[in-house]
């Protein structure tokens, strides 16, 4: 049982002030502006998985999960799925977990690996006895709210002169690519 508590490997190195600061700053700047476009479009932009996503944006910004194609394209992959099982299967204990599951393969599959969109499914699925989620749920908001993430991390990091994005949305290939 004590084997978990040690590891071979050696804790990461301490963010320095400057990560500590972008982090804090791009993450209370992209949830001000998340609840700033909800409060004057009246259009709902903001989800409890995009706080997480702010982690992976701004604390861990050159792995392959805060990359933009993995963060637009994983929330929306995942939310449809969550919706597509609400609205055929309702809510049960075996419907929640499919479509946590089907979230996961449909993201791996698409390359598009984002870990807070795993808890989408979840969201709808879990509050919707609470909440009447049509399929706008995946424009406002999944897509709209996603895109905004990237575009406050993409003005965060050209600031703090970090580099990112490692690689963007992936829907065109150049010639060398193909």
Same mark, same amino acid.
């Given at each position: !049982?004590?084997?978990?508590?040690?590891g071979k490997e050696k804790?990461?190195?301490?963010?320095?002030?400057?990560?500590? !600061?972008?982090?804090?700053?791009?993450? !209370? !700047?992209?949830? &001000? =502006? #998340?609840?700033?476009?909800?409060?004057?479009?009246?259009?709902?932009?903001?989800?409890?998985?995009?706080?997480?996503?702010?982690?992976? #944006?701004?604390?861990?910004?050159?792995?392959?999960?805060?990359?933009?194609?993995?963060?637009?394209?994983?929330?929306?992959?995942?939310?449809?799925?969550?919706?597509?099982?609400?609205? &055929?299967?309702?809510?049960?204990?075996?419907?929640? @977990? =499919?479509?946590?599951?089907?979230?996961?393969? =449909?993201?791996?599959?698409?390359? =598009?690996?984002?870990?807070?969109?795993? @808890?989408?499914?979840?969201?709808i699925l879990l509050t919707?006895?609470?909440?009447?989620?049509?399929?706008?749920?995946?424009?406002?908001?999944? #897509?709209?709210?996603?895109?905004?993430?990237?575009?406050?991390?993409?003005?965060?990091?050209?600031?703090?002169k970090t580099q990112w994005?490692?690689?963007?949305?992936?829907?065109?290939?150049?010639?060398?690519?193909?």
């Amino acid at each position: !049982m004590f084997f978990i508590f040690h590891g071979k490997e050696k804790v990461p190195a301490k963010s320095s002030n400057k990560e500590i !600061m972008v982090g804090f700053l791009g993450g !209370m !700047m992209s949830i &001000l =502006c #998340l609840l700033f476009i909800t409060k004057l479009s009246g259009h709902l932009l903001i989800m409890a998985p995009f706080g997480a996503s702010c982690v992976l #944006l701004y604390a861990v910004p050159q792995s392959p999960l805060a990359q933009p194609r993995n963060i637009i394209f994983g929330h929306f992959i995942s939310a449809t799925i969550g919706l597509i099982f609400l609205h &055929l299967f309702g809510t049960s204990i075996l419907s929640i @977990a =499919c479509a946590v599951g089907l979230s996961i393969a =449909c993201m791996q599959f698409f390359q =598009c690996i984002h870990p807070p969109a795993g @808890a989408n499914p979840l969201v709808i699925l879990l509050t919707a006895h609470e909440i009447t989620y049509h399929w706008s749920f995946l424009f406002f908001p999944v #897509l709209l709210g996603s895109i905004i993430l990237v575009m406050v991390a993409y003005a965060t990091h050209r600031i703090s002169k970090t580099q990112w994005p490692n690689y963007g949305l992936g829907l065109f290939k150049t010639p060398s690519q193909k």
